[in-house]
């Protein structure tokens, strides 16, 4: 009788799940396809994810070793397969001469080589089209992570293991403020971590109640409206939107704020709708297939942009040049972002179903669970019988679980948690006196560095090689041993109302260029001597360009940057 009650709850669970997950990664489409509602959606949708990741895993049911296997052929491989074969498909396009009828200049063709050796060594992407890789990377390094945390707290839910979650949350915005530690992705590791660990409390201390009657709904509704209205209070009074791969955060304490209402947000309307599509299962089932498919719509989405580029282009909306563009413009993205979101989520899950059914391809994608069991449980067998031989690599193995299970008999757990706490501040204090004196050099849209920090005025990144202002553009940088700083930037010459920019380093005007006859300009500014460790950079522009309804470009504008030095 126990058991299967207990099966009925877990397919339940996992019908709200995957409801979770297909509401979390439509949020992903719609902010990549259009702005509009980015200062809500950024405010909470990788964490989001980062949590229900967290509340699903089965992180206290497999040994260390078996648990990375499993993340490495569930996440690492099917990401590694990826970019080997959409890497093919680039280089095919490259040498059939097709390649620049679906990139512009600057998404450029790399060599299969410099790919590999990016992804491999640092994490980094040059598949254009693949998506948001990056969180796979993330997730699978966050997962690894507090295996080995729990490991070493007995997989027990405690304030020990809460306070070094913190502390490692708070070392993540310090290494991004810093500029540290970004090779794969491990700032951003430190801060998803805390969401995925609120994911495990919460699955552990069941909060989250599984049978909902009519009060429950009604209930849940009112939160969903309250957690609305706290979303766009904080839209309109902080700095709260998170962008994880361009570094930029606020911060920590709102955008925990906001993250959490957001999760909030997404769990009374997954639930909700988990009972009343009861009576309309094709929405049900339609949303759980959207759901299951998450990773197949991190990987394509991009890619089917083009094909929603394609019928605007079949429809006469746009010219056939538009398919070079790496996501929708403006205009696009205000009339038909409902369009380009369906095509790009019912594109991506059909490809990827059509991918699996290739044979072996559940193999190469790691999508094959009982093929790796398989082998690792061989491999098992295999050291278990070879125990009495002599074999360093399972020597060592064997030293590393006797530590552990050393520390795991400690009582001074304070003590413990006081030692890694100094350990944290110690390479906190290093890695700050670490900061590399290499060259800034910014070119937009793809050159991130997290030794500058864009604050307001700037408007969002898109494919296009330089970034917008609006009338003042600020940003922050933590200065090292260099003498120059270099800014370019240009200004239309239909922006009659702009003609003067200046630049302002700590509110001090240092120089100021008039741009009447020469509408592009270059700031050469000698910064050497300032010796603090950051400095506030401000481009002002004196005017603003209001957009007439025939400009395709509805934005108000007043001038771009297209390079940002320091050396």
């Given amino acids: 009788m126990t058991a299967g009650v207990s099966n009925v709850d877990f397919q339940k669970r996992i019908e709200w799940v995957d409801i979770f997950k297909a509401l979390a990664i439509i949020l992903v489409v719609i902010g990549h396809t259009t702005g509009v509602f980015n200062g809500y959606i950024y405010q909470f949708h990788m964490a989001a994810f980062f949590f229900i990741s967290g509340y699903t895993v089965k992180i206290d049911k497999d040994t260390l070793l078996h648990f990375i296997y499993k993340k490495i052929y569930s996440l690492y491989l099917p990401l590694f397969s990826m970019v080997i074969l959409g890497q093919i498909f680039m280089t095919a396009l490259h040498y059939l001469g097709m390649y620049t009828m679906l990139f512009n200049e600057n998404l450029p063709y790399n060599s299969f080589v410099f790919v590999l050796k990016e992804f491999l060594l640092n994490a980094n992407n ?4 693949l998506g948001a890789t990056w969180f796979i990377i993330v997730l699978c390094l966050i997962e690894i992570l507090h295996k080995i945390i729990c490991t070493l707290f007995k997989n027990a839910i405690s304030v020990k293991q809460f306070l070094v979650s913190v502390c490692m949350f708070l070392l993540g915005y310090f290494c991004v403020n810093k500029g540290l530690f970004g090779w794969y992705c491990l700032d951003l590791v ?98 759980i297939i959207v759901g299951k498919n998450t990773l ?32 929708p413009l403006e205009s696009e993205k205000q009339k038909y972002w409902v369009m380009i979101s369906l095509v790009a989520i019912s594109g991506s899950i059909i490809l990827w179903k059509l991918i699996l059914k290739i044979k072996n391809a559940d193999i190469i994608f790691g999508q094959n669970k009982l093929f790796f069991e398989n082998i690792w449980q061989k491999m098992d067998e295999k050291i278990r019988l070879s125990k009495g031989i002599k074999n360093t690599n399972l020597q060592f193995l064997k030293m590393k679980f006797e530590i552990v299970n050393y520390f795991k008999k400690q009582k001074y757990w304070k003590l413990k948690i006081f030692l890694l706490i100094i350990l944290c501040v110690t390479w906190g204090k290093v890695a700050q006196n670490s900061i590399s004196n290499e060259p800034i050099d910014i070119v937009f849209p793809n ?20 970034r917008w202002i609006e009338q003042e553009g600020s940003f922050e940088v933590q200065i090292a041993e260099w003498t120059t700083c270099i800014i370019q930037g240009f200004v239309p010459d239909n922006f009659t ?26 700031f050469n500014v000698d910064i050497e001597k300032y010796q603090k460790k950051k400095i506030n950079v401000n481009i002002y522009f004196d005017g603003i360009h209001v957009p007439e309804s025939t400009e395709s470009d509805t934005r108000k504008l007043s001038g771009l940057i297209s390079s940002i030095v320091f050396k």
């Avoid at 050159?447 to 330089?466: A, C, M, N, Q």
């Fill in 126 to 129: 040059y598949v254009w089209w």
């Fill in 190 to 287: 430190l801060i998803g971590q805390f969401y995925f660990y609120l994911g495990i409390i919460i699955r552990k201390s069941l909060i989250i109640s599984e049978n909902i009657k009519i009060k429950g709904i009604i209930i849940r509704c009112l939160l969903c409206g309250l957690c609305i209205f706290a979303l766009a209070f904080l839209k309109d009074t902080f700095k709260c939107t998170v962008d994880y791969p361009s570094r930029d955060f606020g911060n920590p304490g709102i955008n925990l704020c906001s993250a959490s209402i957001g999760i909030i947000l997404l769990l009374m309307i997954s639930q909700v709708l988990d009972i009343l599509t009861n009576r309309c299962k094709t929405l049900k089932n339609g949303l």
């Fill in 296 to 327: 197949g719509i991190i990987f394509f989405h991009f890619l089917f942009f083009k094909a929603a580029f394609g019928i605007l282009i079949l429809q006469g909306v746009v010219n056939i040049d538009y398919l070079r563009n790496f996501q």
């Fill in 447 to 466: 050159h991130v560095d997290g030794r500058v920090i864009f604050k307001d005025g700037w408007l969002p990144v898109t494919e296009e090689s330089y």
């Fill in 497 to 522: 109302e702009v003609n003067t920019v200046k630049l302002l380093i700590d509110s001090t005007e240092i120089i100021s260029y008039n741009l009447e006859d020469e509408r592009s300009f270059e």
